[in-house]
């Protein structure tokens, strides 16, 4: 009896997901089982198995066939009236799955033998052991007891919780939970997905200000932004291991998707990411528990098939390595070759190195760089592109900027977060004299602002006093408002408005320098901004770059003769960058303009651009182009 019953909870567990439970998965109830459209993965409709690969109809093979051999469709059940529950009584008797011809009491015997199983070495459907699976799914020898626990009478009921970020919480009444840390970070993912946020943004409300260790808060953040950077990659595992992935809930997806990047991509030990997953499910839907147990125990024996292909022969596999959209991919190879785009999409993948800027408008660089030593950043000077970055400090980690005195000098306007690139395209902008007037266009939340008033100080000994900006989101001019009083920086005026018809906005004042600071795709800050490559579309770099000619015309009739006018982007691609400028040259409002080449002293050679690209270890990618206006 005791092994019947080890075989009823073993084969409850997966039955919760080979059937489409669409209560215990969380979702909605079928829709007859129709297909999703083409997935990445063939279950062969919608059958699951255990990773076996099978051929194309050309006889190429590398995609997995998740399927059973000879059992039936969990479609099978699909049309089942939603008030049909499984767990319900029947009869007023106690009954777990309610039987096919519709009798209580759970699965029919089967050879006449108690539990409603087949011997061991006969079990049902596509459950028993099997020579073709792919290398590393290994059946589980007889007798060996699964981790998954029915509840019986006596454990207490559970709390009801809802479908949200509120909902992940500790169970109370229970020593069994997810840790903290992973915890915070599924309620930040729950938050970025409702919300449609930014990951920088939800972290630094959210784990950032949490009340967690430093290193759990660090572990917490890098669970975050590897969820957001390899999305598209983990949808596509999950779904190849369930029966039903449009009946799990978002929120349910959520917590699935936090454990299998920690299988897949930070190769935790399988055991205790699986419970791990299975505590994170059962505090957002505690009736998928079964669920999660079962699909990722899939996910671990595919574990070793990853990425299901070869990567040096197949798109598909290779972008899938790296976690990245396979049409992104092509791009990048077309765009950069090979071995660059190999660099940019691991470089994408790591955490993002830690700079500050340190404001020569109100800090005294000793006395801050001291500070920095003492909190034990390590602060190192940096160089970008064969030039040093004046006020720019490398930290050894996103640790210190919780130490309490590092956060003073924030609050008080002292230093800032920016990158390396970022400031030195603040440097080249301003040239050997200090100009009288100064436009910003796409001024954002200020930063930028900050990094050119502050290298005016270094360089000019004070700041530019006609400093004008422009943005065209009303909230953002406000907050460089406030962040500009924060760091002492002085702004004549900040506009709101369409910069495409600055006309309107300034009239026909021109400037000595005028900074188009341009919108763009920006690839080259993924590793800062991880959503961008899911969110992302070929149609969005196309209209982009149109905005972008559209900017650089409008801003070309207000640069004074003899003037400078400087175009950047914080992105990779050619067709926002280098062809958008030629373009701009090319025409009747760029006519009156000629390119001030950048010396790079690293390479001993002039190029007609600043860019950087993205390489691990290294700052972000940026392009700036300046040109000046023929004096007339």
């Known amino acids: 009896m005791r092994n019947d019953h080890r075989a009823h909870n073993q084969r409850r567990s997966y039955d919760r997901a080979s059937q489409g439970d669409r209560l215990a998965q969380g979702g909605r109830p079928s829709q007859g089982g129709k297909p999703r459209g083409d997935r990445r993965f063939d279950r062969r409709g919608g059958k699951p198995g255990a990773g076996k690969f099978r051929r194309d109809d050309d006889g190429k093979g590398g995609k997995p066939d998740f399927r059973k051999r000879d ?65 590393g799914f290994k059946p589980r020898p007889a ?117 299998v990047y920690e299988i897949i991509f930070l190769d935790k030990s399988p055991h205790a990411a699986v419970d791990q997953g299975v505590e994170l499910v059962r505090s957002v839907a505690p009736r998928a528990s079964g669920l999660a147990n079962a699909v990722l125990r899939r996910v671990v024996r595919a574990k070793d098939a990853f990425p299901f292909g070869d990567p040096r022969k197949d798109l598909a596999a290779y972008a899938r390595l790296h976690g990245f959209p396979q049409w992104l991919t092509e791009r990048l190879l077309k765009e950069l070759g090979p071995q660059n785009a190999l660099a940019f999409m691991k470089a994408s993948n790591e955490p993002a190195p830690v700079f500050v800027a340190i404001n020569a408008a109100k800090a005294d660089e000793a006395e801050v760089v001291s500070v920095l030593a003492a909190a034990h950043g390590e602060p190192e000077a940096v160089t970008v592109a064969g030039r040093p970055v004046p006020g720019c400090y490398r930290l050894c980690s996103g640790v210190v900027l919780h130490d309490g005195r590092v956060r003073r000098m924030f609050n008080q306007g002292l230093i800032l977060v920016s ?68 760091y002492g920086i002085n702004v004549a005026d900040a506009l709101t408005g369409d910069a495409t018809d600055l006309d309107v906005l300034i009239g026909e004042r021109t400037f000595d320098t005028v900074f188009v600071d341009s919108p763009c795709s920006g690839l080259g800050t993924l590793r800062r901004h991880p959503e961008i490559r899911w969110r992302l579309t070929a149609e969005a770099i196309e209209e982009q770059a149109a905005l972008d000619e559209q900017l650089l015309a409008a801003a070309a009739g207000h640069v004074a003769p003899g003037g400078l006018l400087a175009y950047a982007t914080c992105t990779i691609t050619q067709q926002e960058n280098a062809a958008v400028v030629e373009r701009f040259l090319a025409s009747e409002a760029g006519a009156a303009f000629e390119v001030v080449p950048y010396d790079n002293p690293e390479l001993g050679v002039e190029a007609p651009f600043f860019s950087t690209m993205l390489e691990p270890g290294s700052s972000d990618a940026h392009f700036l182009a300046r040109m000046r206006r023929k004096a007339e």
């Open 419 to 486: 990158d390396a690139t970022s400031q030195a395209i603040a440097n080249l902008v301003l040239e050997g004299e200090k100009p009288a007037t100064f436009l910003e266009i796409g001024a954002g939340r200020a930063t930028k602002t900050i990094l050119d008033q502050s290298c005016a100080v270094r360089r000019f000994g004070s700041q530019i006093d006609d400093y004008v900006t422009v943005d065209n989101h009303a909230f953002k001019t406000k907050l460089l408002r406030e962040r500009c009083e924060q």
């Open 71 to 135: 059992g039936a469709r969990s479609s099978e059940r699909s049309d089942r009236s939603s008030a049909d529950k499984p767990y319900a009584k029947r009869d007023g008797k106690p009954g777990g799955f309610k039987s096919r011809d519709g009798k209580p009491g759970g699965f029919k015997p089967r050879d006449g033998k108690p539990g409603g199983f087949k011997s061991q070495g006969d079990r049902r459907d596509g459950f028993k052991p099997r020579e073709d699976r792919a290398e």
């Open 143 to 259: 007798g060996q007891r699964d981790d998954f626990k029915p509840r019986r009478e006596g454990d207490g009921p559970r709390a009801p919780r809802t479908d949200g970020a509120q909902a992940v919480q500790k169970r109370k009444g229970s020593g069994k939970h997810a840790t903290s840390a992973r915890e915070l970070a599924l309620s930040a993912i729950h938050q970025l997905r409702e919300r449609d946020a930014f990951a920088q943004d939800i972290i630094a409300k959210t784990i950032d200000t949490s009340k967690l260790s430093r290193e759990d808060r660090a572990f917490a953040t890098r669970l975050v932004l590897g969820v957001v950077s390899m999305r598209g990659t983990l949808d596509e595992i999950l779904d190849s291991c369930m029966d039903s992935p449009d009946d799990v809930s978002p929120a349910v997806r959520d917590a699935l998707d936090l454990s």
